[in-house]
């Protein structure tokens, strides 16, 4: 890893803005990420402080509460119409003392994620994570990310504006190889292992996947996620993001990284070495530590999250992956491989599918089977083309709007 070029998230590389001092910005702060970040900050106030906070803004009083007991200065919400909500609930609490200033709007997010301070954790859910990613980055603060879809559907915007080490990741499995990539450089590496539970539906054929509910696939055996995060553990679709994250913030050739399913999720990822060796980074699940790494590295937080108790017995199992069961994967190296907005089409594809799916108007499997359609309509992306943000937003609406209209030719088809 040490080698040149760089990688964008590398542990030999910190990248440490002027000022010193771990002011954070969270994004997304009333989501599992925030609200699990936020409890992190509190246990270490010696080690972090939190100057500003952003949220969809459809939970002020939560909000509201996070900015009085951390005492932001800034308070962000997408939703313009929250802010009386908002400033009503602030004042409850602020008892006439000066509230913190609101940003409201779709840019609320962005502007704050280029205000002034050393690490900007983006926790927002989806690629409108993308604008506040570019924003952090072009302001030269350190970025937190666990907001993949930015780097998914933005990979050759995001690696433009980034300098090495200025990323942090935060998903279980990239933070976890980010560790174990510190052991070596990656000329020693010889591949990627990335852990994956199998979601709740691991063992099962396709066939067998045809009638699950949205019920069943929200039941996840080891993680509490959001709904659109763990319907996509369940088709294995974040594991396939996962494998394109992997890829662009390492410089890892997708051949070179191998999914394999651990139900217990106790191994985040590992790393083979040309060795032989492979170094494995382990703890209960809990997303403290990823959390934790992303605003400490590269000191380590102390007691961030549980460890394990090795006076008890304990059975770690590895299966490979059943690619006919879950093609998900497998399409999202394809997509990868073609880079431009094909990572982009096939996110946006999947995030309305799963809509879809969520609300009964589409089956488990059709999922899968209406963003390989998507994939293929879009088609490779035309040779020597730069990207631009404007591209990237382009092909999300042509994606959302080819996925609705052929959810709803299914819907037609069987009704007939």
Known sequence: MSDSPASLADPHLVYDPVDGHRDIVILGSTGSIGTQAIDLVLRNPDLF????????????????????????????????????????????????????EILAGPEAATE??????????????????????????????????????????????????????????VDSEHAALFQALAAGTRADVRKLVVTASGG?????????????????????????????????????VNKGLEVIEAHLLYDIPFERIEVV??????????????????????????????IAIG??????VPDAAPAFDWSRASTWEFFPLDTEAFPAVGLARHVGSLGGTAPAVFNAANEECVDAFL????PFNGIMETVTEVVAEHGAPAAGTSLTVRDVLEAETWARARARELTEQAIAEDHV
């Open 49 to 100: 402080r939190v100057t500003g906070l952003s949220a969809a803004g459809g939970r002020v009083d939560l909000l509201a509460e996070q900015a009085h007991r951390l005492r932001v200065r800034t308070v962000a919400v997408a939703r313009e119409e929250a802010v009386p909500a908002l400033r009503e609930a602030l004042s409850a609490r602020y008892a006439g003392q000066p509230l913190p």
């Open 200 to 236: 709740p539906f691991r063992g099962r054929s396709k066939a067998e996947l045809a009638d699950v509910t949205p019920k069943d696939a929200l039941a996840h055996p080891t993680w509490a996620m959001g709904p659109v995060i763990t319907v996509n553990s369940a088709t294995l």
């Open 112 to 169: 704050l994620a280029a205000s002034a301070c050393h690490t900007v954790l983006n926790g927002i859910t989806g690629s409108i994570g993308l604008a506040p990613t570019l924003a952090a980055l072009e302001a030269g603060r350190t970025l937190a990310l666990a907001n993949k879809e930015s780097l998914i559907v933005g990979g050759p915007l995001v690696k433009a504006l980034a300098k090495p080490g200025q990323i942090i990741p």
């Open 359 to 362: 609300k009964g108007s589409l």
């Open 295 to 300: 605003l400490g590295w590269p000191q380590r």
């Open 261 to 290: 399913v651990h139900p217990q999720s106790y191994v985040h990822s590992m790393v083979e070495f040309t060795d032989g060796s492979t170094l494995a980074q382990a703890t209960p699940p809990d997303m403290r530590g990823p």
